[in-house]
């Protein structure tokens, strides 16, 4: 059974920075293309970074330049860095395998919320 737990939102002013976590059970990050994805309030869940296998990133254009996604393969954990952070970052965030590109695989996790202040 694949489980995906989400750590590290909160509370940050416009510009900060938080560090997204995402801890898997059941699937190994490292030959999986992992996806973080973000869920704003009347929104639809969109994908918002992937990492390859072989370690390709991709990202969505609103978030190039500020978001990085990696990985732990010892750890099985996949990260968000999240820098120079705005409003519009508001959503809770969720990780899963990505497929078919720009859905989650699995079963949604509780995800992480992360409120951005003006």
């Known amino acids: 059974q694949v489980q995906l737990v989400e750590a590290g939102g909160g509370l940050v002013q416009a510009g900060g920075s938080l560090r997204l976590s995402c801890a898997a059970s059941g699937i190994m990050v490292s030959i999986n293309t992992m996806g973080w994805y973000r869920q704003a309030p009347g929104k639809q869940r969109e994908l918002v970074a992937r990492?390859?296998?072989?370690?390709?990133?991709t990202y969505e254009d609103s978030v190039k330049g500020r978001f990085t996604i990696s990985r732990d393969n010892a750890k099985n954990t996949v990260y968000l860095q999240m820098n120079s952070l705005k409003p519009e970052d508001t959503a809770m965030y969720y990780c899963?395998?990505?497929?078919?590109w720009g859905y989650g695989m699995y079963s949604w996790g509780k995800g992480t919320l992360v409120t951005v202040s003006s």
């Open positions: 990492i390859t296998s072989g370690g390709s990133t």
């Open positions: 899963n395998k990505d497929f078919p």
